[in-house]
């Protein structure tokens, strides 16, 4: 079964994507390490979108599909902004110093690390990211 | 996310629940209250912290810049293994001083 939730693109719906995740992680009955690894992974693409998708625009949709089956989780955000493929960010060199770090660019790059297999799609006027993460 | 900040010989700063995009704009402002201070150690208690993001580990490098900058030290104490992970995975635990 899917479960789907629709947010609105301000900062403060993150409280519902949050309880969205809780909600359904334990219905699935994920342990507590892969649930913080999932929120985390999905706090990171959806801030993004919330951030960028739409410019000076309010009251826009941003649509989470959530799926659990064959030990495999799928979650597929949806938004009908600006085309953008957050994968096509620059990888951050993580043996950098401090002093040298960039601000930018570690979220995407733990969404990467933290899931399986992370793909990204524009297909009618929709940036369309699919995350997978195999549950053992 | 519940912050706490005890002054001493050393500050220590006690975060407990998410350090989330929401709960990290409380943290910032913290943060720049005490690099504002005249304060030369800083230890943040991470017992009771269950979750960073992006936004978070930003700040903790905000921290780290800022206490070297003032030739202070920034310690992180009693962290969770799962946040611990994420510190390795980003590359931060080369960096941060990480106490068991």
């Keep these: 079964?899917?479960?789907?939730?629709?947010?609105?693109?301000?900062?403060?719906?993150?409280?519902?994507?949050?309880?969205?995740?809780?909600?359904h992680a334990s219905a699935y009955g994920l342990e507590e390490q892969l649930t913080m690894q999932i929120k985390l992974a999905l706090e990171e693409v959806v801030t993004n979108v919330i951030l960028?998708?739409?410019p000076d625009k309010k009251d826009q949709d941003i649509r989470i599909d959530m799926n659990y089956g064959n030990k495999q989780l799928t979650?597929?955000?949806?938004?009908k902004?600006?085309?953008?493929?957050?994968?096509?960010?620059?990888?951050?060199?993580?043996?950098l110093p401090p002093e040298e770090r960039p601000i930018g660019g570690l979220g995407i790059y733990l969404v990467k690390q933290l899931m399986t297999e992370v793909t990204y799609s524009r297909s009618?006027?929709?940036?369309?990211?699919?995350?997978?993460?195999?549950?053992? | 996310?519940?912050?706490?900040?005890?002054?001493?010989?050393?500050?220590?700063?006690?975060?407990?629940?998410?350090?989330?995009?929401?709960?990290?704009?409380?943290?910032?402002?913290?943060?720049?209250?005490?690099?504002?201070?005249?304060?030369?150690?800083?230890?943040?208690d991470g017992t009771e912290l269950t979750y960073?993001?992006?936004?978070?580990?930003?700040l903790l490098l905000t921290l780290q810049k800022g206490m070297k900058a003032k030739n202070g030290t920034f310690r992180l104490r009693n962290l969770q293994q799962d946040i611990i992970d994420i510190l390795n995975i980003t590359g931060f635990s080369s960096f941060l001083t990480i106490e068991s």
């Design chain 1, 75 to 79: 979650i597929v955000i949806t938004d």
């Design chain 2, 52 to 58: 960073i993001s992006s936004a978070g580990l930003r």
């Design chain 1, 124 to 136: 009618s006027g929709k940036n369309i990211l699919t995350m997978t993460k195999d549950i053992h």
């Design chain 1, 1 to 23: 079964m899917i479960n789907t939730l629709h947010i609105k693109n301000e900062l403060e719906q993150l409280t519902r994507l949050y309880e969205f995740l809780d909600l």
């Design chain 2, 1 to 44: 996310m519940k912050i706490t900040v005890k002054n001493g010989n050393e500050t220590i700063i006690n975060l407990s629940g998410q350090l989330d995009t929401l709960t990290s704009a409380d943290f910032e402002k913290e943060i720049t209250k005490i690099l504002a201070e005249d304060v030369h150690t800083v230890v943040l």
């Design chain 1, 81 to 95: 902004g600006t085309p953008f493929n957050p994968l096509e960010m620059k990888e951050p060199d993580i043996t």
């Design chain 1, 52 to 54: 960028y998708a739409y």
